[in-house]
């Protein structure tokens, strides 16, 4: 991948990076790149990369917003605003009906809610990327469910705090402090809560891609009683939760310079690659000329086989991605995957010891999740949730699972798979133990 960067040079707030190395791949140039420099593709691509030359995506979904791109398919939106116990205001998206039903007809209808959560670095847009009839939010409308989406604190959606601004120097540090440890604390129940109060619904079923899944395993070790009489069934795509095999370019490299989380730090970023549509229209002109491109950007997030995914509906994903987190997200993930230890975030030994009671953070304990109904799926050419870290997940959810099944699939490819046909097993024994 190293062939696509010649070069980084750049000098801004004081620091500069010159020639790096053989070990710092492509994603860590990216992630400096969209922190600090102009955030172009032209910038990251090797020197002489036509990039203008090339036509755009298949249709025009990779620049449209989530609520168009329902709108002219025939869907019923809505947008919602949840705040948070720590003043966060969430953005949720709902599609409450079956294309061609108006949100009168489906709303009256009390349908199953179901309630989405992306992965990270990810937004609701990705549950609508793949075709109409492949589209995890669509067949699950078309299903009959009333389908809520959920934005993590930090994406493009849900930038907002009742005090705090993201991008105000004296301001961010503290707005950018949390990562999937918080979201779990407070967004899970937050979302939730907000679901089951506007549809009246006394319980609801879950499904999550990636940190998503993260969120909710964590919640469940924190509270499994509250999660147990709110939640029906929880759909696992792609789970992640240690990292003992993980390779993932962006995480293992992270992983290898914790030092320059820090650097990053001290030049007062927080935030880790924001949505930016000049960036994301260009990568999508790049994803429909040159589709490698595209495939290695998923890759490094990840992708064993990059033939898996389908290679016509990259370039409208990459128009949507990515859609900004924290640091810390990223910083917690680089910790878990060191320690091989599915764990808290560290704090170091003095700020554990008055947080947590112990030098060492502790690990969220599986045993404290029983009684649930579980669907997980995995992926055998996952490089960030690979097999041997699924097959450990699994373990540890023993009884709680109702279904689990290893797919020819990688990460991405949960959404936006060649084959798609995984999807019938979930949707099937989702149905077998759906709720009303």
Not at 134 to 144: C, D, K
Request: hydrophobic share 40%.
């Amino acid at each position: 991948m190293n062939r696509f960067i010649k070069r980084l040079q750049w000098s801004q707030a004081g620091g500069w990076i010159s020639g790096l190395g053989g070990d710092i791949t492509i994603v860590l140039v990216v992630l400096v790149a969209t922190a600090f420099a102009e955030r172009t593709v032209e910038g990251y691509l090797k020197e002489g990369f036509d990039a203008g030359s090339l036509k755009g995506p298949e249709d025009d979904d990779h620049k449209k917003p989530f609520n168009i791109i329902c709108k002219e398919k025939g869907y019923p939106f809505e947008t919602h605003k949840v705040l948070t116990e720590d003043r966060y205001w969430l953005t949720l998206f709902r599609i409450p009906g079956a294309k061609g039903e108006t949100r009168e007809e489906a709303i009256a209808q009390r349908k199953p809610a179901i309630f989405l959560q992306h992965g990270i670095l990810d937004s609701a847009d990705t549950w609508i990327m793949h075709y109409e009839d492949e589209a995890p939010a669509f067949v699950l409308a078309n299903a009959g469910y009333d389908v809520w989406l959920g934005n993590t604190r930090g994406n493009k959606y849900s930038r907002e705090h009742q005090t705090l601004n993201p991008d105000y120097s004296d301001e961010k540090e503290e707005f950018w402090d949390f990562s999937f440890q918080e979201m779990a604390q407070y967004d899970v129940p937050a979302n939730i809560d907000y679901i089951r109060e506007e549809t009246g619904k006394w319980r609801i079923g879950v499904m999550a891609h990636s940190q998503g899944t993260t969120q909710m395993y964590i919640r469940m070790t924190q509270d499994n009683s509250w999660w147990k009489w709110r939640v029906a069934v929880f759909v696992s795509l792609a789970g992640v939760a240690r990292l003992d095999h993980c390779g993932s370019s962006l995480l293992t490299t992270l992983a290898q310079h914790e030092s320059l989380i820090e650097n990053i730090k001290r030049l007062g970023v927080y935030e880790m690659f924001p949505a930016d549509y000049l960036q994301s229209a260009a990568f999508s002109r790049i994803c429909k000329g040159f589709p490698i491109v595209c495939k290695l950007a998923i890759q490094l997030v990840a992708n064993e086989n990059k033939e898996l995914d389908e290679e016509k509906r990259l370039a409208t994903f990459m128009g949507h991605y990515p859609s900004g987190c924290s640091l810390k997200s990223l910083h917690h993930f680089s910790q878990i995957l060191n320690s091989k230890r599915f764990q808290n975030f560290d704090y170091g030994k003095e700020k554990n010891l008055e947080i947590y009671g112990d030098e060492i953070p502790p690990e969220y304990d599986f045993s404290n999740i029983y009684g649930n109904k579980i669907i997980q799926v995995y992926g055998t050419a996952d490089l960030l949730a690979t097999p041997e870290d699924s097959l450990w997940l699994k373990e540890q959810l023993g009884d709680n699972l109702i279904f689990s099944q290893e797919y020819d699939l990688g990460h991405m490819s949960f959404l936006l798979a060649a084959n798609m046909t995984f999807f019938d097993d979930v949707m099937e024994v989702l149905q077998e133990n759906t709720w009303w």
